[in-house]
């Protein structure tokens, strides 16, 4: 005779702890494999440790809030919401796969979203797969729009440089050049995040004429770029040594900076979609989005 569903009051919600990165780790691992090799795609996540390894960072960093859920005591997944800028990103957001339909995303979903109205950030925003029908679907129903679809790039460097175009790793006194710039394209800056990156030893700068143009905080899933016109980005890109984890994130309606990629060999991994609530305005420049925004 088959077991009833458990009722969704058996989900909890709490403030995530470094004890819980193990477990929350391997459900992250856990997660993003199955929903990724369902559709043919190749896992964000592609090991347990690298799930572990995010995680533990997410859950120490005191720019992030992050909550785990809970089935009868048991961790079931977590969510976190980047609290370094007047925009909060969302995610991570991952849930055993081997417990569904219990109520429990939509919960760390509300979770964060309370707590960015508590702290009355300017806006939200998330970047969700584009294949995965049940996250678009979530969010829609919480009130994110959908803003820009987006591709995954990856390949080979690329090792080209640009007449006029001079590309160089950022130091902390370019700081307040790059929130300069985005605040002219976005009209809003991601100082702490990209202060976090130059720590890192991440992020580099485009210069044209004496002058910051562009940055990269980095050429990864993680990271964020911002240029006045896509040469910029281009002679970014085409610097860097490599692109990290699964790849960047490009805007697929810029068809310019699209064809360039693939004309210089990059390929398109998987594509996504960046979705906000509250504060967005359109981009006055290039720009890259971070798997955050």
């Known amino acids: 005779m088959p077991t009833a569903a458990p009722s969704r ?30 559709h043919n795609f190749p896992p964000d996540v592609p090991e347990p440790a690298m799930g572990v390894g995010l995680l533990t960072q997410l859950f120490s960093h005191p720019g992030f809030y992050c909550v785990v859920a809970e089935v009868d005591g048991v961790v079931a997944g977590s969510n976190c919401l980047d609290e370094r800028s007047a925009i909060a990103g969302v995610g ?26 508590e702290c009355s950030f300017a806006g939200v925003r998330l970047v969700q797969a584009a ?26 460097p690329i090792k080209k440089t640009f007449d006029g175009f001079s590309v160089r790793a950022a130091k902390h006194s370019d700081l307040q050049a790059c929130n300069e710039l985005a605040l002219r394209v976005h009209g809003h800056h991601r100082g702490a995040e990209l202060a976090d990156a130059i720590q890192q030893g991440t992020p580099t700068v485009v210069e044209r004429h004496g002058r910051i143009t562009g940055y990269s905080s980095s050429l990864a899933f993680f990271g964020h770029s911002v240029a006045e016109s896509n040469a910029d980005l281009q002679a970014i890109i085409a610097a860097a040594d490599g692109f990290g984890g699964p790849g960047f994130l490009m805007p697929s309606r810029n068809s310019e900076l699209f064809r360039w990629c693939l004309a210089n060999g ?16 359109e981009p006055k420049g290039a720009f890259l989005p971070s798997i955050l925004y």
């Open 131 to 156: 294949f995965h029908n049940r996250s678009l679907s979530l969010y829609t129903s919480l009130g994110f729009d959908v803003r820009e679809p987006l591709s995954v790039f990856q390949g080979a």
């Open 266 to 281: 990059l390929r398109v991994v998987q594509p996504m979609t960046l979705m906000s609530i509250g504060l967005y305005n």
């Open 92 to 117: 991570p957001i991952t849930i055993d796969p081997k417990i569904q339909n219990r109520g429990i995303g939509r919960k760390l979903m509300e979770a964060v979203l309370d707590r960015a109205r």
């Open 9 to 38: 009051a058996a989900v909890t919600i709490r403030r995530a702890s470094l004890d819980d990165a193990p477990a929350c780790g391997q459900i992250c691992y856990e997660a993003f494999h199955k929903i990724s090799t369902d």
